[in-house]
């Protein structure tokens, strides 16, 4: 008996039920002509590519599925009551929180980095723990608010920054300087989860717990374009934790507020969060503007400035950022082969151009701001589909996927003319190109997908020509 039949759930979405998906993804063996039978819980970007490729959408109450993009409350409530066949893919590992909420996150980054300390005292070596600066002191408050204040008083002249643990698009987000500003924020209702703000027991006498929140020093010497503050926006697919496999995207932006960059005004927010949520609040604001830049066109302006080294030298941090962000829940997210997980990772530069991880998104936004958005947005989607590859197309040693570059394998994978190859030794290049033309995106797919039917007819003869329906599928996508 599955656990679907054990605890009375139906089946396809609402409340979970039994998966009959026959692919394996990622050069597993499965039926490369059968229809894929996806669900779908939202009605942006990614509808359109799933429907794009010829799949089957399934709407009805009950109706099985082999592909199913949910949201992260359907985790929650149905994942652990359901039933997933072999073949079944969904987008969201079941803990993926202790990454993407900002307390376990910060929680998950202090214990890893005080493990590399004690492997770094035991070996006698040099710490690989001076690879996880990447992130600005932080607290979580109540439980380390006396924590909190000891370091405040070691920075008296130092802005810090209040953020929700679990909110996104800046909401419930403050800038302050003095504790007393701490004080007045407690009494007021945001503080307080919205489903309490109202509770009392029977006597009128309990008080409502407080929300968790997150305070870290600012990071105040932002690199700023045109005087404006910006952040860089880029997309990670994680297929597997046990062992790491890890994809970077090589389109990503930069979002920008719509005004100039002053410290003094730490009371607007439009000043110092980038959100597009925010923005929109500025009174200048025209959503005829997209304030986004490219990724690859700020990584030109940056050369021109700072010259190739820096540059080279600010890539090099950020994949070490992934890869240490990923390693230090890797024991700690559950490993499922149904499970892969897009992340959106927001991170700033400071004025020595080094890189500090701002938060990492678990759903990030797939609603597009303009027509160039959506575009970026359906190639992401659609490479993040072939490489789940639902039809088994492919090998399983592919080392990029249209816009997609595996850049970790159990290991850093590096570039090279042959097959996947890892080495922990210094100065080699890893097989990461954020920022770097996609532009012979189609042309690369095309090429790719009949490399994998020549090889995998080379193995299986009896195996019919998968070609033509893969260059249709590719076709379909925005170029």
């Known amino acids: 008996m599955n656990k679907r039949a054990a605890v009375g759930y139906?089946?396809?979405?609402?409340?979970?039920?039994?998966?009959?998906?026959?692919?394996?993804?990622?050069?597993?063996?499965?039926?490369?002509?059968?229809?894929i039978r996806f669900r779908c819980g939202f009605t942006n970007t990614i509808l359109d590519v799933l429907r794009n490729r010829g799949w089957n959408h399934v709407t009805e109450e009950g109706a099985d599925w082999d592909f199913?993009?949910?949201?992260?409350?359907?985790?929650?409530?149905?994942?652990?009551?359901?039933?997933?066949?072999?073949?079944?893919?969904?987008?969201?590992?079941?803990?993926?929180?202790?990454?993407?909420?900002?307390?376990?996150?910060?929680?998950?980054?202090?214990?890893?980095?005080?493990?590399?300390?004690?492997?770094a005292a035991t070996a006698g070596g040099k710490s690989e723990a001076l690879k996880m600066d990447f992130y600005p002191p932080t607290f979580e408050l109540p439980t380390e608010y006396h924590m909190f204040v000891e370091e405040f008083k070691k920075h008296p002249s130092a802005t810090w920054i209040m953020k929700p643990a679990a909110k996104s698009q800046g909401k419930g987000i403050f800038l302050f300087r003095k504790l007393k500003d701490i004080t007045d924020w407690k009494k007021n209702s945001v503080y307080k989860p919205a489903s309490q703000q109202n509770h009392q027991d029977s006597q009128g006498e309990k008080e409502a717990q407080v929300?968790?929140?997150?305070?870290?020093?600012?990071?105040?010497?932002?690199?700023?374009?045109?005087?404006?503050?910006?952040?860089?926006?880029f997309y990670v697919l994680v297929c597997c934790y046990a062992p790491l496999k890890v994809w970077l995207y090589r389109e990503a932006f930069a979002r920008f507020s719509t005004v100039r960059y002053n410290l003094e005004s730490i009371e607007d927010n439009v000043v110092h969060l980038t959100n597009v949520a925010i923005q929109k609040l500025a009174p200048d604001y025209d959503p005829e503007r997209d304030c986004k830049w490219s990724f690859a066109s700020l990584k030109r302006y940056l050369t021109?400035?700072?010259?190739?080294?820096?540059?080279?030298?600010?890539?090099?941090?950020?994949?070490?950022?992934?890869?240490?962000?990923?390693?230090?829940?890797?024991?700690?997210?559950?490993?499922?082969?149904?499970?892969?997980?897009?992340?959106?990772?927001?991170?700033?530069?400071?004025?020595?151009?080094?890189p500090w991880l701002l938060e990492v998104n678990a759903s990030p936004s797939l609603t597009a701001s303009s027509p160039q958005d959506y575009e970026l947005k359906y190639r992401l989607l659609d490479d993040m589909v072939t490489v789940i590859d639902m039809e088994n197309r492919l090998t399983g040693k592919e080392k990029r996927i249209g816009g997609f570059d595996l850049m970790w394998h159990d290991g850093p994978v590096l570039v090279n003319d042959g097959g996947v190859e890892y080495t922990s030794a210094p100065g080699h290049c890893t097989n990461s190109f954020l920022g770097c033309s996609n532009e012979n995106r189609q042309k690369q797919l095309k090429q790719m997908m009949r490399q994998a039917n020549i090889a995998k007819r080379h193995n299986n003869p009896t195996q019919p020509n998968q070609n033509t329906s893969v260059q249709q599928s590719a076709a379909a996508g925005v170029a």
């Open 68 to 119: 199913y993009w949910c949201d992260v409350g359907w985790m929650r409530e149905v994942f652990d009551h359901c039933y997933m066949d072999e073949g079944a893919r969904i987008c969201h590992f079941r803990n993926h929180y202790e990454l993407t909420r900002k307390n376990l996150m910060v929680k998950n980054f202090k214990r890893y980095r005080k493990q590399l300390e004690r492997e």
């Open 304 to 354: 021109a400035k700072h010259g190739n080294e820096e540059v080279a030298q600010l890539m090099r941090e950020i994949d070490e950022l992934v890869i240490y962000s990923l390693k230090s829940v890797q024991k700690i997210i559950i490993n499922d082969k149904h499970c892969f997980e897009l992340y959106g990772y927001d991170i700033m530069l400071d004025t020595a151009m080094k």
């Open 10 to 35: 139906g089946a396809g979405g609402g409340k979970g039920g039994t998966r009959r998906g026959a692919g394996l993804g990622e050069g597993g063996q499965g039926n490369a002509n059968r229809v």
């Open 211 to 233: 929300e968790t929140y997150v305070v870290c020093k600012y990071i105040d010497n932002p690199y700023l374009v045109g005087n404006k503050k910006f952040d860089v926006r």
